[in-house]
């Protein structure tokens, strides 16, 4: 008689359990992730992994994993948080963050029914405050909650410019300190697409992956240069124009919005080149 190896007792084990458990607690996979209702926050969780790492847990009120509740955490690959978003009731209300990948706080701010609210803080990957936006309402709403004054610090903590919006484009700009801003100006001439993309879009961004925002590389194939200038200036604009696949994107990412950069032409151009560089 044949006899029955240890490893085929483990396996066959191994089985029976996770047949077991997936009764008791209604755990579904999907490629890439798992689901399932925890006791302890009374809510759905849905997990997901990136070549065997956990990427990102999300907290949810209803089995149809739709209406956010608690927190939205991402994770780098040894597992430090990467960044997380408070939510109740299907909207972002409450604290927010985002690290550099050396781990320094990139940006932190609160939300209210999904608007950014209070004092947003910018950070370089040195940990030091670049700018501060301040949203003037507290209660948003679609027609306040461009209102804002947006400070910009240079080396040394010292406050250079300030734009004060009294909408989403239109702006007062205030320069406190005429030589730091002109150099500043230089610098943003001399910077290759490549700078542009690591200074502002790495936070959410990884050219080869999905993470806080989707994968990169072949997007210029994927979308018009028209859309996609218009997405980066200003995604929300064309999610509440009703543009199919900004809308499309907006659903599947988990209704988390794209912060709105309104580049200069030149700096846009860079940016373009550089995404359609990534093929
Ligand atoms: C705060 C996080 C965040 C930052 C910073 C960010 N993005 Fe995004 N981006 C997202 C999310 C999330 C989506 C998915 C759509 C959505 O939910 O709005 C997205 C979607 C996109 C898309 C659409 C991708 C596709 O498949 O069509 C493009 C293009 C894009 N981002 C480019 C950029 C560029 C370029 C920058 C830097 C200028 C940038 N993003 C900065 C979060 C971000």
Redesign the pocket.
């Known amino acids: 008689m044949k006899i029955v190896s240890i490893n085929n007792i483990i396996v066959f084990g191994v089985l029976i359990l996770s047949v077991l458990c997936s009764f008791t607690n209604t755990t579904s996979s999907f490629e890439g992730g798992k689901r399932y209702y925890d006791s302890v926050c009374k809510c759905y969780v849905e997990k997901t992994f990136y070549n065997g790492n956990l990427l990102s847990v999300q907290q949810f009120v209803d089995s149809d994993y739709w209406i956010k509740t608690g927190v939205t955490v991402y994770f780098f690959e040894n597992g430090d948080t990467s960044d997380l978003t408070s939510y109740q009731d299907g909207e972002m209300n409450g604290f927010s963050f985002?690290r550099h990948k050396n781990r320094k706080i990139a940006f932190e701010g609160n939300y209210k029914n999904s608007f950014p609210v209070g004092n947003w803080k910018y950070f370089d990957e040195e940990g030091f405050l670049v700018s501060e936006i301040i949203y003037e309402s507290e209660n948003p709403t679609e027609l306040n909650a461009d209102i804002r004054l947006e400070k910009f610090y240079g080396s040394g903590g010292k406050l250079f410019y300030t734009k004060s919006f009294s909408s989403a484009d239109s702006f007062l700009l205030n320069v406190i300190d005429t030589t730091l801003y002109n150099s500043l100006l230089q610098k943003q001439a001399n910077r290759t697409g490549r700078d542009?993309?690591m200074a502002?879009?790495t936070?959410?961004?990884n050219p080869l992956k999905d993470a806080?925002?989707?994968k990169?590389a072949g997007?210029t194939k994927?979308?018009t240069e028209k859309w996609?200038r218009s997405?980066?200036s200003n995604?929300s604009k064309m999610?509440a124009e009703g543009d199919k696949?900004a809308l499309a994107?907006?659903n599947k990412?988990?209704?988390?919005?794209?912060?709105a950069?309104p580049l200069a032409d030149a700096e846009m151009n860079k940016?373009i080149d550089y995404?359609k560089s990534i093929e």
């Open positions: 985002h542009i993309f502002i879009c936070s959410c961004h806080t925002g989707p990169l997007v994927r979308r996609l997405w980066i995604s999610i696949q994107l907006y990412w988990g209704k988390t919005s794209m912060t950069f940016l995404l």
